[in-house]
């Protein structure tokens, strides 16, 4: 019996490959960790700033808390099934009228997993809409799996090769138009991409990147995980990443720059060049 998600629901996720929007919090609970993300921006912007936005759940314990919200996981477990653990997270922050785009890509293309089974929600805390540069999917992409990207590196390109999928039919995208507090949830082999934020306000996303079933083994780098529900991984010689007990606690902020270093070496593998994030 699922515990959030219909049975309709989780059958237009496996056919479309993507489902929004899901209600989590109200908008002002949205509001509340935007503030403490500006806060911890402002606060500790060594630890937090446009470079370094990758598992910063691992610095933070709002994020760490927003990884663990109940209502992410039970969707997460309706789609996966009881036991999961966290890869990564990435903060998508769009600044007011900047030119960050991302083009249209597939997330698993570059992660070196052994099954492409896993799945990222995305939750937004400001609105994301096509002002201020939603994600658009693409439905059903997921099906023919992992196409060609071509690495672009482009200027303005917020991902990490600035990885593109040529010849979309951008008249097939659906925009996932969210408010505050509410997520979309991708499927890590579906095409999707996004356009600059033409608005007066910054738009917020913070993407679980991803949550994966115990049998999902890095091929690449080394397997370390967060450990979310369930039973626990038994892969050999797989690091598990630990929670922060507060802001900065010592141990979790280890594991974040040694699970940022591996993300790196992944995304990065055989790659022409290297960038900053
Ligand atoms: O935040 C965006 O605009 C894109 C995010 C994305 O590609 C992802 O979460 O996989």
Redesign the pocket.
Known sequence: MPKILSKEKIEQYHETGFISPIDVMSEEEAGNYKKKLEAAERDHPEHIHAENRNNAHLSFKFLDDLAFHPIILDVVEDLLGPSFSLWAS?L?I?EAKSKGF?SW?Q?ATYMGMSKNTFL?P?IALSPSNLDT?C?SMIPGSHKQHIVDHEDTFGADN?LTRGQRVNDVDESKAEHLILKPGQMSV?HCEVI???QPNLSDTRRI?F?L?SYMQNDVIQQIGQNQWMHCRGERRNTPDHRELRRPKFDLDPDAMADREAASANYADILYNGAAQKRAY
């Open positions: 990435v998508f769009k991302v890509h997330d990222s995305w540069g994600m917020i991708h999707h991409g996004s996303g993407a990147q």
